[in-house]
């Protein structure tokens, strides 16, 4: 309980009661245990131990642990890795110092429409096409670097592997990974082993620190949707600890990461420049994807938990509240399917791969500007010397 607290150097009987009676709701027993079952039931007793919610406090010094581990494994493994594997920098031209359209840069928006850029013209003294590449320079040195990029796929795709190598083995030998109804077989009087307990603490410290370092990290066009994604992870982890969910948990955080680090493979070779093997990996990475987010997951473990419980137990508001937070990793899984389906059509088609989630580097040549040397009207805008054939360089905006 909360018992009584100090609030400002003096007792507020009111305030205590009114979070006791919160926290009392929270924990009824009714809303997060099925019918007839209370925590005491799930307390430690004869060499049995079973998930409490106090558990987890562990993990946020743990994500701050992974946060100052991700920052010297950048430092010391990725960016000697990037080295080793070529991966090079565009050459950026800076915006030249210009305080009137710094300001509205930094107050009114990146991307001024044509009335504001003819405004912008005549108080910086610069033509309309001279005021838009400022911008367009502006805005490509506060895109990431390429070694950025390299450095948060590298830590990814390493945490990534060793998490599906270690989940394997924690559900492999454990017979509700052969048969799902065991997942539900005695629950939730189901005591855990200390490998079960690692994979959990150890997971959900990961998504804390992607929780706390999002802000930093590379923004990508889904940054509304990771954020989703992170909380409703932590969320889903963390109930399904303490509601002794821990059977299903394992299972779905194993088939998550059984896809991920084949993503952050594809990224790390696309960022160093070897196409074909970015390409190769990126399609494994799809056909992975898809079975395991869009057959497996669904069909199989959103099976096993919203059809087997209610075999055992009736419906309870921690059984609603779990598979509701499961539809919403769904419906994001259905939207990042979509994207990857887009990619792999290009792929099919021979068109140029790349992350539809990522902004582009906006070129020079991208609004036809910069005239090819010694042509005329007509003449194409080059890339590296060479005519560009196609329109997958222009800009996007």
Known sequence: ???????????HPIQLQMLQTLYDYFWWERLWLPVNLTWADLEDR???VYAKASDLYITLPLALLFLIIRY??????????????NVKEKT??????????????????KHPKQAEVELLSRQSGLSGRQVERWFRRRRNQDRPSLLKKFREASWRFTFYLIAFIAGMAV??????FYDMKKVWEGYPIQSTVPSQYWYYMIELSFYWSLLFSIASDVKRKDFKEQIIHHVATIILISFSWFANYIRAGTLIMALHDSSDYLLESAKMFNYAGWKNTCNNIFIVFAIVFIITRLVILPFWILHCT???PLELYPAFFGYYFFNS??????????????LILRMAHKFITGKQVEDERSDREETESSEGEEPAAGGGAKSRPLANGHPILNNHHRKND
């Open 325 to 338: 937070m499961m539809g919403v990793l769904q419906a994001l899984h259905i939207f990042w399917a979509y």
């Open 1 to 11: 309980m909360l018992g009584n607290r100090d609030f400002g150097g003096c007792e």
């Open 171 to 176: 559900i492999v030998d454990k017979p509700w």
């Open 92 to 109: 950026r031209l800076r915006a030249a110092p210009n305080p009137t359209l710094e300001h509205f840069y930094l107050a009114n928006g």
């Open 46 to 48: 004869d060499g049995r």
């Open 306 to 308: 919203v059809v087997y």
């Open 72 to 85: 010297f494994f950048e430092l010391y493994v990725a960016t000697p890795l990037a080295a080793l594997l």
